[in-house]
């Protein structure tokens, strides 16, 4: 089976909107995009590097897939990142394939969850999701998700797009990595651990 990776950059308080820029996303009157800006260092960009230097293929909701397009394709030929998005295959949740320009796109389908499904089932790398906030809820709510690399980011943004919404399935987690950077950022890789256990610290 392929592992399905979610891949997400996150305030203290669970947003995920816009961490790139100013104009990636401003649904709801969201004003705080590129907030990861200013906490880069180098040890994030070595994390960073080891993750892309493994076999992976992306899994891309529609509007993340617009802006990866419009960026990637431009980057100078010896970037490594772009080298790299720009050569493996991306599977696209979208409503008008027709549309996908950027060189090796595939549809996932009419139903893309189903489509993630199926991928899952196949043999091949890694499939790696990137940003996408509408379409990894889909993948939470029917549990498709095997893997969290979730960057936490010393911020607080009092709204905006969440990576945990409502709908998404309970469940007890395992941290199976971690690092901190310079600037405080928190770099947590979780896996599933079964259902979540309750207790009571009530005297009897």
Same mark, same amino acid.
């Given at each position: 089976?392929?592992?399905?990776?979610?891949?997400?950059?996150?305030?203290?308080?669970?947003?995920?909107?816009?961490?790139?820029?100013?104009?990636?996303?401003?649904?709801?009157?969201?004003?705080?995009?590129?907030?990861?800006?200013?906490?880069?260092?180098?040890?994030?960009?070595?994390?960073?590097?080891?993750?892309?230097?493994?076999?992976?293929?992306?899994?891309?909701?529609?509007?993340?897939?617009?802006?990866?397009?419009?960026?990637?394709?431009?980057?100078?030929?010896?970037?490594?990142?772009?080298?790299?998005?720009?050569?493996?295959?991306?599977?696209?949740?979208?409503?008008?394939?027709?549309?996908?320009?950027?060189?090796?796109?595939?549809?996932?389908?009419?139903?893309?969850?189903?489509?993630?499904?199926?991928?899952?089932?196949?043999?091949?790398?890694?499939?790696?999701?990137?940003?996408?906030?509408?379409?990894?809820?889909?993948?939470?709510?029917?549990?498709?998700?095997? %893997?969290?690399?979730?960057? &936490?980011?010393?911020?607080?943004?009092?709204?905006?797009?969440?990576?945990?919404?409502?709908?998404?399935?309970?469940?007890?987690?395992?941290?199976?990595?971690?690092?901190?950077?310079?600037?405080?950022?928190?770099?947590? &890789?979780?896996?599933?651990?079964? %259902?979540?256990?309750?207790?009571?610290?009530?005297?009897?």
């Amino acid at each position: 089976m392929r592992k399905v990776i979610a891949a997400t950059f996150l305030s203290i308080d669970g947003v995920m909107q816009a961490p790139g820029g100013p104009e990636e996303d401003t649904d709801g009157g969201f004003r705080f995009g590129g907030w990861t800006f200013h906490y880069w260092d180098e040890m994030m960009g070595k994390v960073m590097d080891e993750s892309f230097g493994k076999p992976f293929d992306l899994l891309l909701g529609r509007r993340t897939y617009d802006i990866f397009a419009a960026h990637w394709p431009r980057v100078p030929e010896d970037d490594p990142i772009g080298k790299k998005f720009n050569a493996i295959t991306k599977y696209v949740a979208t409503s008008s394939p027709t549309t996908l320009s950027w060189k090796n796109s595939e549809w996932l389908g009419e139903d893309a969850v189903a489509g993630v499904a199926k991928l899952k089932q196949q043999d091949g790398p890694d499939l790696l999701i990137q940003g996408s906030s509408q379409f990894v809820q889909a993948l939470l709510k029917n549990d498709l998700i095997d %893997e969290y690399k979730l960057w &936490t980011f010393p911020v607080v943004l009092g709204g905006g797009k969440r990576l945990f919404g409502e709908g998404s399935l309970s469940g007890a987690m395992k941290l199976v990595d971690s690092k901190v950077s310079t600037t405080g950022v928190v770099i947590g &890789t979780y896996v599933r651990d079964g %259902e979540v256990k309750q207790g009571s610290f009530a005297l009897e």
